[in-house]
C-alpha cells in the first residue's frame, strides 16, 4: 500500500490453482474466501474491517460538507419529505404507502374517505429496524390485505393476512414465498400465489427454485394448499399471476430466471377455481409479453414480439392466441411504451372512452392520449417536467381518473391525477415531509460515441453557477459517473439525495443511460447481454471520456460508482481501463464472472450474461471478468468495496476475491472493504442507507479532491468554480 498512514493489507495466501476449463486456463488463487465460515476467510474480513476502520478514521478530519456530522444531517434533510405512492383503490378505501422524513421505513396507510390510520408498520413489527415490508395486496373488495416482510436482509420472505377493520393477522404464516405476488379472487377468502417446493424435496443447490402458482384458502394450512400450474416447467422460472376484477380469468405468467421472454397462459376460472384450464396466449416466443382482461371483457396484451419498443394488441379472451391479436398501438421508432390505461364511464358503463399511454423517450418519460377502439393519438398530458413517471393506476370500478408518480433530478416524487373531464393534469398528494432547501443546479443529456460508433446518452448535473449560460462547465470538477447497464432497467430522471448532497458540495453527477439497460427497448438491451456485454463497458468508457474531453473534470478527479450488476459495470472499468479513474465505489457486485452461477441467485442470470459450463459462452464471460483481469504492477484507482453479510442475490464472495487480488496487485490509491450485517441487497432502514452514503460519498470526496482536512463548512472545493461562484 502506497499510503504509510493505513496499516499493511491483510495477508491473503495464494493458492497454486489453475482448472482447465473448455480449454481455458483459468487460475483461482483466491478461492478459498469463497467460504465466509472458513478460519482464514474469517481472520481476513476481519483484518479488512480493521483496515477500514483506520481508513474511516480519516473522515474525521473532513471539513465541510463532507464532515460526518454534517453530511449526515444534510442527507436527513434532503430525504426529509419522505415520499408516497400512487393510491389503490378497493371498494369505499385507499390504500398506499408513505415515508415520513423521520419513519426508518415505510408503512401502509389505509384511508375512508377524510379518515386514514397506519395498517402495516415494519418497525411495530420489528423495533431493531432489520425487518423490510416487500410486497402488499389488498383484497378486491379492500377487506383483507396479504402482507409479505423478511428480516437481516434475506429477502426471504414470509405470507401472511389481517383483516383491515380490525388490524389482527387472520392467516400465515406462509414460507418461501420469495417474490411472490398474490392475486385474490372475489369475496377475499382464495387467492392464487407463488412459493417454492419443500425443501426436502429437493437438491440442496435447487432449494431457491422451483417456484409452483398454487390456490391458498385463508384460515387453511398452507400444505393443504393446491398446485395449479408450474410443474414440468423450467425450474428456474419465476410466475406472475393476476384474476380480472369480475374473478372470471386467471392469467399466469412464466419467465426462466431473467431471461428476455415471458410465457403467457389464460384460464376461465370455473367454479372449481383449483382446477383451471390454461390456454395458451403466447408461449415459445421470443419476446416479453403482459396480459390482462379489461373492464370491457377484452384481453389487452402489452409485447415486444415484432416490436423491440413494445407494442399494445388486444383480443377476445376466448381467442388469446397471437394470430387473433389486432395492434392497438404500434410501435413508436422514438420511444419505448412503457404503460397504459382506459378511462370510462365508471360501474356499468364499462366501454373506454380514452386510453392513455405512458412512453419513455431517451429515459425521459411523457404520456399521450387515444382514441381506445382505433388507437389513434388525440393529444398529450403536460406533465410537471422533463422527468420519469411511474403508475398509471385506475379505479377497478373504472371512472374518469388516471393516478401517477412523478419525479426529476430535483423534485421529489409526488401523486398527479389526470381526469378526463376536464383534461388537466393536478397535484393530488404530495410527499408527507418538509421539502428542503434545494441547490441551484443545472441538467444536461449529453451524447457520446462509443467504440462501435453508437451514440450513448447521459444526463449530467451540476450547480448552475458552475456552467456557462451555454451549460457548458466553467472548470473541471471532481465528478461522479454512476450506471448500470442490464437487465433492461433503465435509469431515468429521478430525485436523488446522493446527487444533491454531492453537487451541492461542488461537484458533478452524471448518469450514463448504457446498452444492457430498457432506455431504448429490447434491442438496446440486448445489444449489451450475453455475447455483447463488452459494449456496456465501452459505452461506460466512452461517458468517461467524453466528460474528460468536454471539460466537466479530470481522470484525477473522476470517479466511478455502480452495484448489483453495476459493481460489475465499475469492476470491469476499474481493470479494463484504470487511467480513467481516480476513485471506486463496488457496490455488492458481481465478480468472478466464471463461478457467478455458482453462488446466491447466479443460475437465473445465465441468460443475461452467459453459462460458464458452455465452452463457448465462457469464452464471453473469460473475456472482462474483472476477477480474472487483474494485472501486477498496475496502479488502480482508490476503491471502496461494499458488501451485505446478509445478501441472498450476490453473495459478498465476488467483492472478498477481486479485493485480495487488487490488494495483492495494485502499486496505486487504497482497496478497502466495507461490510455490513444484518442488511442485504435490497431494502434497508433509512438510517443505515444515510449510514452507507455518508462514507461511500466521503471516500469519493477525499480521493477526487472535493473534501480535504480542516475545509470551512460553506466553501467547495477550489477546484471547481471560483470565488464568485460561492
Known sequence: ???????????????????????????????????????????????????????????????????????????????????????????????????????????????????????????????????????????????????????????????RVLDVATGEVVDGPIDRARYSPVAWLPGGEAFFYVRRLAPELLPEDERQYHRRVWLHRVGTPADQDVEVFGAGLDHTN?????????????????????????????????????????????VGLDAETGAWVARDGRLYVHTDQDAPRGRLAVTDPERPG?????????????????????????DDERVPTLLLASWRRHAVSEVT???????????????????????????PEGGPEVWFSYTDHTSVPAVHRFDERTRRVTLWASAPGEVPDLPDVVTRQV???????????????????????????????PTILYGYGGFQISLDPAYSATTLAWVEAGGVYVVANLRGGGEEGEDWHRAGMRAHKQHVFDDFHAVAELLVADGWTTTDRLACWGGSNGGLLVGAALTQRPDLFAAVVCSAPLLDMVRYQRFGLGVT????????????????????SPYHHVVDGTAYPATLFTVFEGDTRVDPLHARKLAAALQA??????????????VGHGGRALSRTIGLTV??????????????????????APVVVGEEGR
Do not use: C, N
Open 665 to 678: 496487485a495494485t502499486t496505486g490509491a487504497p482497496v478497502l472493504v466495507r461490510r455490513e450485517t444484518g
Open 695 to 716: 462514507e461511500q460519498l466521503q471516500h469519493v470526496a477525499w480521493q477526487t479532491g472535493l473534501a480535504a482536512p480542516g475545509r470551512r463548512a460553506a466553501e467547495p
Open 1 to 159: 500500500m502506497t499510503d504509510p498512514a493505513l496499516p499493511a493489507y491483510p495477508h491473503a495466501h495464494r493458492l497454486d490453482l489453475v482448472e482447465d476449463l473448455h480449454t481455458h486456463r483459468v487460475a483461482d488463487p483466491y478461492r478459498w474466501l469463497e467460504d465466509a465460515s472458513d478460519p482464514d476467510t474469517e481472520r481476513w474480513s476481519a483484518e479488512q474491517d480493521a483496515l477500514y476502520a483506520a481508513y474511516r478514521a480519516r473522515f474525521d478530519a473532513l471539513g465541510g460538507a463532507f464532515a460526518t456530522e454534517r453530511l449526515t444531517a444534510r442527507l436527513g434533510e434532503l430525504l426529509g419529505a419522505g415520499f408516497v405512492s400512487t393510491p389503490a383503490w378497493r371498494g369505499g378505501r385507499r390504500f398506499f404507502s408513505r415515508r415520513a422524513g423521520d419513519q426508518e421505513h415505510a408503512v401502509v396507510v389505509v384511508a375512508e374517505g377524510d379518515d386514514e390510520r397506519v395498517l402495516l408498520d415494519p418497525v411495530a413489527l420489528d423495533p431493531a429496524g432489520t425487518t423490510t415490508l416487500d410486497a402488499w395486496q389488498p383484497s378486491k373488495e379492500g377487506e383483507r390485505l396479504a402482507y409479505q416482510v423478511s428480516t437481516g436482509g434475506t429477502e426471504e420472505s414470509v405470507l
Open 447 to 477: 451524447e457520446a460515441t462509443s467504440a462501435d460508433g453508437t451514440t450513448v446518452r447521459a444526463f449530467v448535473v451540476a450547480r448552475a453557477d458552475a456552467v456557462d449560460a451555454d451549460g457548458r462547465p466553467l472548470a473541471p470538477a
Open 605 to 624: 442470470w445465465t441468460e443475461e450474461y452467459g453459462d460458464a459450463d458452455d465452452a463457448e459462452q465462457l469464452g464471453w464471460l473469460l473475456g472482462y
Open 322 to 346: 397471437v394470430e387473433h391479436w389486432t395492434t392497438l398501438l404500434a410501435e413508436r421508432a422514438d420511444a419505448v411504451l412503457e404503460d397504459v390505461a382506459f378511462t370510462d364511464g365508471g
Open 369 to 395: 392520449t387515444h382514441d381506445p377502439a382505433t388507437g389513434e393519438a388525440t393529444g398529450a398530458l403536460e406533465l410537471p417536467g422533463l422527468g420519469s413517471i411511474s403508475g398509471l393506476v385506475t379505479r
Open 238 to 282: 419465476y410466475y406472475g399471476v393476476s384474476v380480472s376484477r369480475d374473478g372470471r380469468w386467471l392469467i399466469v405468467s412464466a419467465s426462466a430466471g431473467t431471461a428476455p421472454r415471458t410465457d403467457v397462459w389464460i384460464a376461465e376460472i370455473a367454479a372449481d377455481a383449483a382446477a383451471p384450464a390454461f390456454v395458451e396466449v403466447a
